[in-house]
């Protein structure tokens, strides 16, 4: 399997739309192709230099997890595999090497215009918040609590999604006034599933999922959906659990060493956060692919099959 480093997928189908990761086709009327790349953003500046085999872990940790999650809740997932989607999809012979490892065949939805985000810990951007105002997205959380602490019950914190710049969280009655009650609480009710499910896999693996972000779509039908990815280290901040010590920041399973590596950069003066975007040493692209590789391999207990 030939799957990196690519930092933009090319075709013959037509094109829906490109996000910061992925190029999303159009098949036919019921189904979209979603081909992961080895872009990578930081800060909301997308950098020039892709991370290999980035756009493979996306894409087959989500096929794991869309499996996996099933029987909670129905997906877009139909494929993940490029020889499956070529025999389904004739237009996309001789694709194979662009395809491999990073692509997946999905059914065509229209996407809720919200992230479901459940936190099990207190972390990132709600650290940040509780740290200077005691509250998430405005509402207040228990006094005293410290960076990393369980949040026992995990909470649901929805969150506008943004193509551009920064998602905003919100409360979950800014989301029954959009979606309206019924729907509102079947996300809810859902995410903590999954969110349960989910922890409780990465748990038998030794491993912390301290957040997570799900999006759900409706179907012609207008059933709502698993979408997009899931449970992925752009996702989801995972942990080690042996390593787990409240009251610090804790080392996750995603794009961490790229964060440290530009806030050095930005420190020094070197960029001022804005693009363009510095160049990235080799080293920072190095370990921040290994990091992805870490998460799949330890979420999956396989190795992600590589060129040679």
Not at 173 to 190: I, Y
Request: charged share 25%; glycine share 8%; net charge negative.
């Amino acid at each position: 399997m030939n799957v990196g480093p690519v930092l933009e997928s090319t075709l013959r189908l037509p094109l829906l739309r490109k996000g910061k990761v992925r190029e999303v086709y159009e098949v036919d009327d019921e189904t979209v192709l979603l081909v992961a790349s080895d872009r990578i953003s930081a800060f909301d500046v997308v950098m020039n230099e892709p991370i290999p085999y980035k756009g493979a872990v996306l894409t087959q940790m989500s096929a794991f997890w869309f499996r996996t999650l099933a029987a909670i809740m129905p997906s877009h997932f139909i494929s993940a595999d490029a020889g499956d989607i070529i025999a389904r999809v004739p237009a996309l012979a001789g694709c194979e090497e662009a395809l491999a490892g990073r692509a997946m065949l999905a059914r065509r939805t229209t996407p809720l215009p919200f992230e479901c985000v459940v936190r099990g810990y207190l972390s990132g951007s709600a650290w940040k918040e509780y740290a200077t105002r005691g509250t998430l997205a405005g509402e207040p959380l228990p006094k005293g609590l410290i960076e990393s602490a369980k949040l026992d019950p995990p909470i649901f914190s929805p969150a506008t999604k943004a193509e551009t710049g920064h998602d905003e969280n919100v409360t979950v009655d800014h989301l029954r006034n959009a979606l309206g009650d019924a729907l509102a609480e079947t996300l809810q009710a859902t995410s903590f599933k999954l969110y349960s499910a989910g922890s409780k896999e990465a748990a038998e693996r030794g491993l912390i999922i301290a957040d997570t972000k799900f999006e759900f779509g409706h179907t012609n039908s207008g059933d709502p959906i698993l979408i997009d990815e899931v449970l992925t280290p752009d996702s989801s901040r995972f942990w080690l659990a042996d390593d787990f010590e409240p009251g610090r920041g804790q080392k996750s399973f995603d794009k961490q060493p790229l964060r440290d590596y530009l806030d050095g950069l930005r420190g020094a003066g070197l960029w001022d956060g804005n693009s363009p975007p510095p160049s990235l040493s080799p080293e920072t692209v190095q370990v921040t692919s290994d990091r992805y590789l870490d998460a799949y391999r330890r979420i999956t207990g396989e190795e992600l099959p590589r060129s040679p």
